[in-house]
């Protein structure tokens, strides 16, 4: 094959929401690169599996897979689950070339994937001076991934929002719906919650549950199968392939 085949991993979900999700994002891929030969696998709950997938690829002949993660922080699923799975799928399949592609985050076009969310759930942009924003993630009880989300909120409090704060549903504080009440106590009149999540599910709906029942202005859909999201999967697929030219040339 002529370009290596994307593998887009997600984790997977229960909810049938996820799933149809992540294939919209997929498909939006393949409509921005004709050619590319794009394939998706999940972790867990929904089929296909990632080892599944690869077994498929090297019996069809392919040569070299870049395989993405998505997600947005560099948390467990990154570190451990996904490489484990991919060193023994390597070892059963020494002719397939795998290469782990980096996390989605942080990127300009995730924000402008939220600020898309954002508008269209009626935030406008005279709005944003007088409106407090919580960025709301899933959570994780990795440092890093934590930190990584406090500094994109603290990169979107430049943006022209009157305060920003990070929020988890999980692993992490405070809550979407402490959050929201800490921007009320502070004399935010208007509060948007925008979810930095891809795809729907349980820690979405907690999200979403959250937001409701402190009262918030304003809540944004999940990012979802954006076209900015997808330029993003292309753009982590090309740095990935360059790496790959690289380690060839240097071999």
């Keep these: 094959m002529s370009h290596p085949v994307l593998l887009v991993i997600a984790h997977g979900s229960r909810d049938p929401r996820h ?18 030969r794009v394939e998706t696998a999940f972790l867990e709950f929904n089929a ?13 002949g392919a040569d070299e897979v870049i395989a993405l993660p998505l997600l947005l922080t560099r948390a467990f699923h990154a570190k451990t689950d996904i490489p484990s799975v991919l ?3 390597r070892a059963r399949l020494p002719r397939l070339h795998i290469r782990q592609a980096d996390v989605l985050g942080p990127s300009p076009l995730l ?3 939220l600020g898309r969310r ?3 759930a009626g ?5 944003i001076p007088r409106t407090g924003l919580v960025l709301a993630s899933a959570g994780s009880s990795d440092p890093e991934a934590i930190a990584v989300i406090a500094e994109i909120a603290r990169e979107l409090r430049h943006t022209g929002w009157c305060a920003v704060r990070p929020a988890f549903a999980s692993a992490s504080l405070p809550r979407t ?3 929201v009440r800490a921007l009320r106590a502070e004399g935010v009149d208007r509060v948007a919650v925008a979810p930095y999540v891809i795809a729907p599910g349980r820690l979405p709906d907690r999200i979403a ?3 409701e029942a402190a009262g918030a202005d304003v809540l944004a859909d999940v990012l979802g199968p954006a076209p900015e999201l997808a330029r993003l999967l292309l753009e982590r697929y090309d740095e990935a392939r360059v790496l790959v030219g690289a380690s060839s040339l240097s071999a």
């Design 111 to 113: 924000n402008a994937t």
């Design 118 to 120: 954002l508008r269209e």
């Design 19 to 36: 799933a149809a999700t992540v294939h919209a994002l997929t498909q939006r891929v393949r409509a921005e690169r004709p050619g590319l």
């Design 123 to 127: 935030v406008r942009p005279g709005d």
């Design 177 to 179: 719906e402490d959050a």
């Design 209 to 211: 549950a959250g937001a």
């Design 87 to 89: 060193r023994e799928a």
């Design 48 to 60: 296909p599996s990632v080892p599944r997938v690869l077994e498929r690829l090297a019996a069809e």
